[in-house]
């Protein structure tokens, strides 16, 4: 009875562990096109709007460890059985200590192996609890079996794949107990292998500790050492150094692509043979390297395989596992160079080698890279394009496949699938690029994942990330009713949630996207519209109709809204939040503490309705919270140059001081408490500005000192503050509008210094342009100055021969030619009238050589008749003006 209980139960280990390719606990490569045949196809979820990655994890590519998952395992249908056919071996009235016989031995094998796919930290539990058992018996006397280094192995192994903190720990102890057991006894059966060391470097390198490369490099230098001194079975083969370089991939490590190399060119060194997983482990660091050169390095390993591979070594053959590598670090290092190389890669590989394409097919993850490193694009338009293209091709791809695969009956899943979120990585990219048509077609996206989902294709029900996809692109859209859809969108998924489809339910996000949608609309009663939704957000929650309640994200959008809304008594509305908001998390719910954006919104409210004493104040209480620990609350930037705005901002004597003083206080800030705060050129140029339209006599020289801070702060290396022309041309007209009589002189001297700095750090926001010549002109028609109208003329010949010259940035305008006129109206130089009328003569030329930016009006005639009207030097000088001045009356009658 005993013998056919063995043999109907080994019947069902091989069954239901489905014929794992483990002999002696060796590793057998299989062909990933063998393996496919096992393995459906993969689908993953996102915990969060912004996880984008999950569906193309690329962390699956390499050995060992994967070479023994073929798949889900079969126990998912059967785990009472598994529990049922453990605890009958473990009875002891059954097979009572000292009982077991070999083929027991083999049975608790088989199901140690089993519980091993199982993956988490119960199954290893119990795989240790069947070790024990065997070795219970062993301690009896039962001399009939043996424990064997294939069963440490498999321990190890079951913590290896464990998936939690310390599981790498586990399978040490286990290594180590192993190892000194066979060190007492010299017993050949439990003498460690490279298959147990390499099972035990898997342990760490798949470990959750922060030491797991150092820890796997101690295996691997064990492992030298014991094969040096003469320990064949020690000697590292390719799947050790592979899993080591899996490891430093899977790390943080900075310096891991350095060594990862070192180890590849120490395989060489050792005469162990590369093969197809050894480089993609290689690849596959260059892509997690964050390395901006990480593609060309992934495709210079493929050169190195396409090479060897062509002298005659058949292991270095590459398939898809290496060209996705090449396709991962693409879209890791997003650039439209980088998804325009993906894309161009994409296709060599669907075509056929005769026409020039490479002797490998691309899969479900080489579409799903592709259209990754497109939605990455910083180019959000071109990203969004690309990515829908390549859905496309690979929808009809899996499209053909299939009926393939039907027409020839075959049970494997095609090569090219379709999964949600292949679609839902597109529908961001069109979210997130603002065109026009964007809803629109991620409207239709989404209705052909519906129909896919009618025609029995489960895989593709649009989930609440891809209805979140279509509530962003409303929000971006600026449609004027973007709101009304929003919502009504909104309410159509709940209607879908309850209706059955689970995975559609709301979460945080979609409020968010409907928050967004009325905070970006210019709806009058937009910051109410805002208020009712977190409102109803508080309500559902309590009703357990929602999982979460709002957040700060929520009601930071809110205060955003009501300080956009401009209305009267809108700062009270955000005071009434933010203290809301800090009673609901002082009564414990969660995620609701007011952080640095929602004290930015209520400060930007403040400053907008001129309340600068409360913003001062507010600030202050950042201070502290920052102070006291809350650095999630502590200001920012904006912050201060919130509270400068809106002292600049008032009319009260003494605010362009205490202005000065938050400047003050943001430098001391920065450089003392919070070095990641760094004020910008805002900072400096509201308070330029502000003293630009005082007309105190010390106005200019406050706004030239603010200036020189600013270039000061630059020049020293603080690059955050580099200097706009607008701060240039403030403290132009601060000189002006204060009648300085140094106002010309000055202005000249500030356009000599932004040549300078020009020429020294080509700065970007610094432009030498008409606008800034005009405010020397401006300075010294106001300036008095006897030789005013000389120096104007001056700066409007250098405009003049800047345009000439192909410069449109100097293309004089009709004030440019009326400044120089007015100067010259104001002067008290000799001729001024024949130079008047040679200004507006150069004036009529511009216009009718194609300026259209001049317009000869009658203000410009009327500037030099002033001219010739002043005109008092001599009879001669009279005369002339006289002359002119009829001349020009009979031109405008005309």
């Known amino acids: 009875m005993r013998d056919a209980m ?68 079969p126990f998912e249908r059967n785990q009472k059985w598994l529990e049922e056919a453990t605890a009958e071996l473990m ?14 031995v083999e049975s608790i094998t088989g199901l140690m192996a089993a519980w091993v796919r199982r993956r988490s930290v119960d199954a290893a539990l119990m795989v240790e609890e069947l070790l024990k058992r065997v070795v219970d018996d062993l301690r009896e006397g039962n001399r009939s079996i043996k424990v064997t280094t294939r069963l440490y192995t498999i321990a190890m192994d079951a913590w290896a794949k464990a998936g939690a903190k310390g599981t790498a720990q586990r399978a ?64 590292p083969d390719a799947i050790t150094f592979t899993t080591l370089m899996d490891a430093y991939a899977r790390s943080t490590d900075a310096n891991g692509a350095k060594r990862c190399e070192e180890l590849f060119d120490m395989m060489s060194e050792f005469g162990i043979k590369k093969n197809v997983y050894t480089y993609s482990a290689l690849q596959n660091v260059y892509a997690r390297s964050k390395r901006q050169n990480a593609p060309q390095l992934a495709e210079a390993v ?121 679609f ?44 979140n996809a279509l509530l962003n692109a409303i929000a971006r859209s600026n449609d004027r009713d973007a709101a009304k859809k ?51 957000m508080e309500e559902l929650y309590e009703a357990k109709e929602i999982d979460y309640p709002p957040d700060v994200y929520h009601y930071t959008i809110a205060c955003s809204a009501w300080a956009k809304s401009k209305q009267k008594g809108a700062q009270v509305r955000c005071t009434q939040i933010l203290t809301h908001m800090m009673e609901r998390h002082n009564a414990g719910y969660p995620g609701v503490k007011p952080n640095t954006r929602t004290y930015n919104a209520v400060l930007d409210c403040i400053s907008r309705a001129r309340e600068e004493d409360k913003a001062e104040q507010l600030l202050y209480h950042m201070l502290k919270l920052y102070r006291q620990g809350d650095t999630d609350a502590g200001p920012d930037a904006f912050s201060f140059n919130s509270v400068i705005n809106a002292f600049t901002r008032s ?40 003293y630009s339209r005082r007309k105190e006599q010390d106005a200019p020289y406050r706004a030239e000192y603010i200036l020189n801070r600013l270039l000061t702060l630059y020049e020293d290396g603080m690059k955050d503050v580099a200097p706009p022309t607008f701060a240039f041309t403030s403290v132009m007209e601060a000189y002006s509008y204060s009648k300085h009589p140094d106002a010309g002189v000055n202005a000249e001297r500030l356009l000599k210094r932004m040549r300078d700095l020009k020429d020294k750090y080509d700065i970007p926001n610094l432009e030498i342009n008409r606008q800034v010549m005009n405010c020397v002109m401006h300075a010294w028609t106001l300036s008095g100055d006897e030789d005013a109208g000389l120096r104007a003329e001056v700066i409007l010949a250098n405009l003049e021969r800047g345009y000439a010259s192909g410069n449109l940035v100097l293309r004089p ?77 009979d031109e405008m009658i005309q």
């Not at 190195?304 to 693409?330: C, R, T």
């Not at 529908?427 to 129909?451: F, G, H, P, T």
């Not at 689970?502 to 609309?521: E, G, Q």
């Not at 203000?859 to 008092?872: D, E, G, M, R, T």
């Open 424 to 467: 839902n990585v597109v529908l961001q990219a069109l979210a997130r690029c603002r065109n026009r048509d964007a809803v629109d077609r991620v409207e239709a996206i989404i209705q052909r994942m519906e129909e896919y989902a009618k025609a029995g294709n489960r895989n593709v029900v649009p989930n609440i990330r891809s209805w």
């Open 6 to 73: 063995r043999i109907s139960f080994l019947a069902c280990v091989l069954l239901c562990v489905g014929r794992v390719h483990v002999d002696g606990f060796s590793l057998h490569v299989l062909h990933p096109r063998k393996l496919r045949r096992y393995c459906p196809a993969r689908h993953f979820s996102a915990s969060d709007e912004g996880s984008e990655t999950s569906f193309a994890d690329t962390s699956t590519m390499l050995p060992p460890d994967d070479l023994l998952d073929i798949g889900p395992s």
């Open 486 to 536: 929003a919502e009504k969108v909104l309410a159509s998924v709940y209607d879908r949630y309850n209706s059955g489809e689970r995975t559609a339910k709301p979460d945080t996000f979609s409020w968010a996207a409907v928050l967004s949608a009325i905070h970006n609309s210019s709806d009058p009663g937009a910051a109410e519209h805002a208020d009712d939704i977190v409102r109803k």
């Open 172 to 235: 040490q102890l286990i290594h180590d107990a192993m190892v000194k057991m066979y060190e007492q006894t010299n017993d050949p059966d439990i003498a460690p292998s490279n298959i147990s060391y390499n099972t035990l470097l898997n342990a760490w390198g798949k470990s959750l500790d922060g030491n797991s490369t150092r820890m796997a490099e101690s295996v691997l230098t064990e492992m030298i050492a014991a094969w040096k001194d003469g320990n064949e079975n020690l000697k």
């Open 651 to 690: 009319n009260r004597k003494g605010s362009g001081q205490r202005a000065e003083a938050i400047l003050d206080l943001l430098l001391e800030y920065s450089n003392e408490e919070n070095r990641n705060v760094r004020p910008d050129a805002r900072s400096f140029t509201h308070i330029i500005a502000y």
């Open 813 to 889: 305008d009709t004030r440019s030619y009326g400044l120089a006129l007015n100067a010259w109206s104001k002067s008290s130089t000799y001729g001024k009238a024949g130079r008047a009328l040679d200004i507006l003569r150069r004036m009529q030329k511009q216009r009718q050589d194609g300026n259209a930016s001049v317009d000869p009006n009658e203000h410009a005639y009327s500037l030099v008749i002033n001219s010739c009207a002043f005109s008092n030097e001599s009879e001669d000088e009279q005369k002339e003006a006289f002359e002119i001045a009829t001349t020009l009356f």
């Open 91 to 104: 009875d002891l009235k059954t097979f009572p200590i000292g009982t077991l016989t070999p083929d027991d």
């Open 302 to 422: 493929l050169q190195q395989m396409q090479d060897a591979y062509s002298e005659g070594d058949i292991l270095a053959k590459p398939n898809v596992v290496n060209f996705n590598a090449i396709l991962n670090a693409l879209s890791r290092t997003p650039s439209r160079a980088n998804a325009e190389r993906s894309i161009e890669l994409l296709e060599i590989m669907e075509k056929p080698v005769e026409e020039g394409g490479y002797d490998v097919s691309p899969d479900r993850l080489s579409f799903a890279l592709t259209i990754l490193a497109c939605a990455r694009c910083p180019d959000a338009n071109f990203g969004a394009q690309a990515a829908e293209a390549n859905l496309e091709k690979m929808e009809s791809r899996a499209i053909r496949e299939e009926k393939r695969r039907q027409e020839v009956s075959s049970a494997a899943p095609a090569a090219v699938s379709i999964d949600v979120e292949c």
